[in-house]
């Protein structure tokens, strides 16, 4: 079967560094992938882990545990356009599908 | 970098009627498209996967008949809601595959916002 979890909600402060976590257990494993989506537009990539270790990319950065079927998230010096929901997606081995998780709505205050 | 057009980005239509949904790949061949339903504050689960030339893959649950994919070309697919209800308003995106992109492949189109009255 497919499960992956994250938190339903987080609240941090502007200039703030928040982590999103994603746990997943899934039949097969090829590859994690992070999005945003703003209220309303289509999901954005953000980050892919296929193998362990953190991926750094400018103010976001992600970790993948293969072993421990985990992943974060870490979004640095927040600003207000980073107020979205981050959906944590799991691709099959096939490499054609993806299991999305029920996505993390971050609210980013002043 | 890769591009998919969906379109209508909004439709408003009356129970009964049908709703096609088009998405296209505006720079690349897709012959994988994947047909999305989201809805409120809820995170996207995935419908149909839809392959050029054949018949698309319908999740469980999903039904065949009233969801109809067709996928003619390389660079477009499209979703028909027939006989559209109330309980279909949700908000409908589309992804295709791009093995050239640098997102490792996988572009969304902008969606499309379904409402039943």
């Known amino acids: 079967g497919q499960n992956i979890d994250q938190p339903t909600e987080m609240t941090a402060t502007e200039g703030a560094i928040v982590q999103i976590n994603c746990t997943y257990q899934?039949?097969?494993?090829?590859?994690l992938f992070w999005y945003q989506q703003h209220a309303g537009e289509a999901p954005t990539f953000l980050s892919y882990n296929v193998l362990d270790g953190l991926e750094e990319k400018g103010r976001f950065s992600s970790f993948l545990s293969r072993s421990k079927g985990y992943s974060y998230l870490l979004l640095k010096e927040l600003q207000m356009k980073d107020s979205a929901s981050y959906l944590c997606a799991v691709r099959d081995l096939g490499g054609q599908n993806f299991v999305f998780g029920p996505g993390t709505r971050l609210s980013v205050l002043p | 970098g890769a591009v998919v057009s969906q379109h209508p980005s909004r439709v408003i239509c009356k129970s009964g009627t049908s709703v096609k949904i088009e998405c296209r790949s505006l720079d690349f061949q897709a012959t994988t498209m994947f047909w999305y339903r989201q809805f409120p504050k809820k995170s996207l689960m995935l419908m149909a996967t839809s392959n050029e030339g054949s018949k698309a893959t319908y999740e469980q649950g999903v039904e065949k008949d009233k969801f109809l994919i067709n996928h003619a070309s390389l660079t477009l697919s499209t979703l028909t809601v027939t006989s559209a209800h109330p309980e279909d308003s949700s908000f409908y995106i589309c992804?295709?595959?791009?093995?050239?992109?640098?997102?490792?492949?996988?572009?969304f189109g902008s969606g499309t916002r379904l409402t039943v009255v």
């Open positions: 992804s295709a595959r791009d093995r050239d992109s640098t997102n490792y492949g996988y572009t």
């Open positions: 899934t039949s097969g494993f090829n590859g």
